[in-house]
């Protein structure tokens, strides 16, 4: 698998593990969580063994809106480990709104 087909699961599983992991009345998601998610599914269906940074990476390459969705994040009060981090800013929760 080259690297661009890797990018391209890992995005695909970042919008699955948020779906998954939502709920009715809760949509607002840990990042350490879903990261971890993302790990597990790609680990289990394509044996890929993957790094919080190699996931990073790809996640801050997504658009924040498109037609179809728009992306917020959430910060913590102070510096948490585990957070995704999106030009020089700290984020801990993810929710993604569908249109």
């Known amino acids: 698998?080259?690297?661009?087909?890797?990018?391209?699961?890992?995005?695909?599983?970042?919008?699955?593990?948020?779906?998954?992991?939502?709920?009715?009345?809760?949509?607002?998601?840990?990042?350490?969580?879903?990261?971890?998610?993302?790990?597990?599914?790609l680990k289990t269906l394509f044996n890929l063994k993957l790094t919080d940074e190699q996931i990073d990476d790809v996640i801050r390459t997504i658009p924040l809106q498109t037609e179809k969705y728009?992306?917020?994040?959430?910060?913590?009060?102070?510096?948490?480990?585990?957070?995704?981090k999106i030009k020089n800013t700290y984020y801990l929760t993810v929710i993604i709104s569908w249109s």
Do not use: W
């Open 70 to 84: 728009h992306i917020s994040y959430g910060r913590p009060m102070g510096y948490h480990k585990g957070c995704l």
């Open 1 to 41: 698998m080259n690297e661009e087909e890797q990018q391209e699961l890992i995005k695909k599983a970042f919008f699955i593990c948020y779906n998954l992991m939502k709920t009715y009345d809760n949509s607002v998601i840990s990042v350490k969580r879903l990261r971890l998610s993302i790990k597990y599914i």
